[in-house]
Nanobody, 115 residues
Framework: QVQVVESGGGLVQPGGSLRLSCAVS????????MAWYRQAPGKQRELVAS???????NYADSVKGRFTISRDNSKNTVYLQMNSLKSEDTAVYYC?????????WGQGTQVTVPS
């Protein structure tokens, strides 16, 4: 049974920083993509950042230069460092683990940046 648990969300003022964590437990094939998505109210879920085992990283244009994705394969954990936060970053952030066994989503963590 694979479990994906996000943490680190909260309320932060514009310009502030947050670090999200996503811990994966259970049996999972090591070659996988770890990614962060977000979904704002009334909007579709969108990719924020992804990291492969190469490692190759990919970022949404809206977060380039502000967010950094990193992973600790020994701990099966992926992080999202978010700096210079803006009100438009307000959303529920979800962690996705993509492996040959399938896709695994976390329950999400709320990030709120007031305008």
């Amino acid at each position: 049974q694979v479990q994906v648990v996000e943490s680190g969300g909260g309320l932060v003022q514009p310009g502030g920083s947050l670090r999200l964590s996503c811990a994966v437990s259970g049996s999972i094939f090591p070659s996988n993509t770890m990614a962060w998505y977000r979904q704002a109210p009334g909007k579709q879920r969108e990719l924020v950042a992804s990291s492969t085992t190469t490692p190759t990283t990919n970022y949404a244009d809206s977060v380039k230069g502000r967010f950094t994705i990193s992973r600790d394969n020994s701990k099966n954990t992926v992080y999202l460092q978010m700096n210079s936060l803006k009100s438009e970053d307000t959303a529920v952030y979800y962690c996705l683990i993509r492996s040959v066994g399938g896709d695994y989503w976390g329950q999400g963590t709320q990030v709120t940046v007031p305008s």
